[in-house]
């Protein structure tokens, strides 16, 4: 027992001696014994450590006490049996009695106490630092291999609140239509869904849309989406953007996280089917939880894919038919001039050179629903940057495609986000081998948007450009070609001339000779109201023979020749003239001396 308690105060006691003031007594000091040979009971102090060790109060006998200070007497130590307190008891019934050869004195157990925490700190060294501070990432305070300052995300966040694949019949509610959705038909909806009226009046549209994911994920459903994927520069994660906000940033936009990205191996541009969570009261956006196909296959498919850059380039070899045959309707005179005189190929860079108010705006509408009529396996994507916004909307409705538009009052930082946005977006689709148009009004207003974001290089050529901004249009404008390995990019783009803009000529003359087809419309056509005001002598293909069957390129030859000799705007004027007789280019052919051939 003596063993297990602490060191008490000393107990000393000393008697008045005659003629000498009585010492005061100390604080827990005991009090002096009345009798001589009483001895005084002793006071136990315990205090609980490491190791809980008792040592016998020291007695003083009051025959061995003199007259004299305290300070001077001699202390003898006698043992003396202390009764066990209750509280020591439990102590002693948690740990072992120690034997008495296993004894130590307090300074001897306080010296092997302190080797032992250095030989402990010495083996926690050797273990590694991961397993030694394992308690600092418990319970989802911060994810030790999350290590990313921006992706603070505990694991459990990405985790998708239903799977899809074990209740395939879950309700399903897309961010993406939302967000396409009028402000009216979305508090329409949100009020069928249950939502109270005066909240829906209170709510903006992004936090009437998060408490619409949340109530559908409450009730069982499943939150998809379906987006662009933009990473952000430093590349450590991105977000879903939306066609309807011209991929531009958002409220409503979704987070993918940078582990996700690396996982599956995305890219900027890549069309993301996925599945959602709704967003937590203390977040922005909605997150992605599990992606279930990038560009419309599996994502693993991701990893395998070549990059754009290195796929081989060559001529087009397979036409895009821009004439529209219907019954006993005649076809548009527009896309039959340019199928027989420059014919578009898959994979073709084509320039439709146009003065102001020659009718390029409606040209494009006609190429562009003849293409999603002709040849709905090609994704077309109609990019109009710096336009007024109302040819956006008439754009936006008379042509059955994907239009993404900058308007004239927005910045030119604005336009070049939205370019490049479009640009990567083929680019992935090409990667997967599919065929994709993009229809461009106009190069010349891209390239005056860059000429005024990118930074000054102190070498400025003629008309004000600068000697770098003509760089990134002639990448996107040269992106487009056809690929050996499969798949195609096709890049239809309008150039302004006859602007009164020294600088507008210039563009032009640098893009003049990057492309491989020519669309000429002329002024003076226009002027006369004759539509469509197509220059045909100065327009044409590049190695044309590689889309038009040999008799049917004969035949363009005889027609060339025949009417050479005319200036420009009687050439294509007659020409056109006998076009309007025929409903389609094969009776054109055929009421020709020679043989018809067929497309």
């Known amino acids: 027992m003596s063993d297990l308690l602490e060191d008490s105060e000393e107990v000393a006691s000393a008697p008045a001696s005659e003629g000498v003031k009585p010492q005061k ?90 080797a032992d925490s250095a030989s402990e700190e010495n083996e926690d060294r050797k273990e590694p630092f991961d397993k030694r501070y394992d308690d600092r990432y418990h319970n989802g305070r911060r994810d030790r291999r999350l290590k990313n300052g921006n992706n603070r995300r505990r694991p459990e966040d990405f985790q998708p609140e239903i799977n899809l694949d074990e209740h395939p019949d879950a309700p399903q509610l897309f961010i993406s239509v939302l967000t396409a959705l009028h402000i009216d038909e979305l508090r329409d909806r949100a009020k069928a869904q249950g939502i109270p009226e005066d909240v829906i ?25 379906e987006g662009t994927l933009e990473i952000l520069q430093d590349g450590s994660f991105g977000y879903l953007r939306y066609a309807v906000n011209n991929y531009l940033a958002g409220t409503e936009d979704v987070y993918v996280s940078a582990s996700l990205i ?170 997967y081998k599919k065929d994709v148009v993009i229809l461009l009004d106009s190069i010349t207003r891209l390239a005056r948007a860059y000429n005024q974001t990118v930074p000054a290089s102190g070498k400025i050529l003629s008309g004000g450009v600068d000697s770098n901004a003509l760089h990134k249009p002639k990448r996107f404008f040269g992106a487009a070609r056809n690929i050996e390995q499969g798949g195609s990019l096709t890049i239809i783009s309008t150039a302004l001339i006859e602007t009164g803009s020294r600088m507008d000529e210039v563009i032009f003359e640098e893009f003049k000779g990057t492309g491989n087809n020519e669309i000429v419309l002329d002024r003076k056509m226009a002027d006369n109201r004759k539509f469509p005001a197509i220059n045909i002598k100065k327009s ?60």
């Open 25 to 114: 007594r100390r604080p827990g000091r005991p009090r002096k014994a009345k009798t001589e040979g009483e001895t005084v009971k002793p006071r136990v102090t315990i205090k609980r450590k490491a190791r809980v060790s008792v040592r016998a109060p020291e007695v003083i006998q009051e025959s061995e006490i003199e007259a004299q200070p305290a300070e001077a007497a001699e202390i003898a130590e006698v043992q003396v049996e202390v009764p066990a307190a209750p509280a020591i008891e439990e102590a002693v019934a948690e740990r072992e009695d120690p034997s008495p050869e296993e004894t130590v004195s307090p300074s001897d157990a306080e010296c092997d106490s302190n």
């Open 201 to 225: 009046l209170d709510c903006r549209k992004s936090e009437l849309i998060a408490r619409m994911l949340r109530l559908h994920s409450a009730n069982g459903g499943a939150l998809l989406v």
């Open 262 to 431: 690396k996982a599956i191996g995305m890219k900027t541009g890549d069309t993301v089917y996925a599945q959602i969570r709704a967003p937590r009261e203390n977040e922005k956006s909605a997150a992605v939880v599990r992606v279930l196909k990038v560009n419309g296959e599996e994502p693993k498919m991701a990893k395998i894919r070549a990059p754009f850059d290195t796929l081989t380039p060559l001529f087009p070899d397979e036409r895009l038919h821009l004439e529209v045959i219907e019954d006993e309707k005649p076809a548009d005179l527009s896309n039959r001039v340019v199928d027989l005189f420059c014919p578009i190929g898959k994979g073709q860079r084509s320039l439709i050179v146009a003065p102001p108010r020659t009718g390029k705006t409606v040209l494009m509408q006609k190429i562009a629903n003849a293409i999603t009529t002709n040849h709905p396996e090609v994704t077309l994507i109609v990019l109009l940057v710096d336009e007024r916004p109302e040819e956006v909307t008439d754009m936006r409705r008379n042509v059955k495609a994907e239009v993404i538009a900058s308007t004239f009052d927005e910045q030119a930082l604005h336009h070049v986000q939205v370019a490049e946005m479009v640009i990567e977006k083929a680019k992935r689709l090409v990667e």
């Open 540 to 599: 044409g293909t590049r190695r044309d023979d590689l889309l038009l069957p040999p008799d049917v390129l004969s035949r363009i030859f005889l027609l060339r020749s025949a009417f050479g000799n005319l200036d420009d705007v009687d050439m294509s004027v007659a020409l056109i003239d006998k076009m309007k007789k025929t409903n389609n280019n094969k009776e054109f052919l055929d009421s020709m001396n020679t043989p018809s051939v067929s497309r």
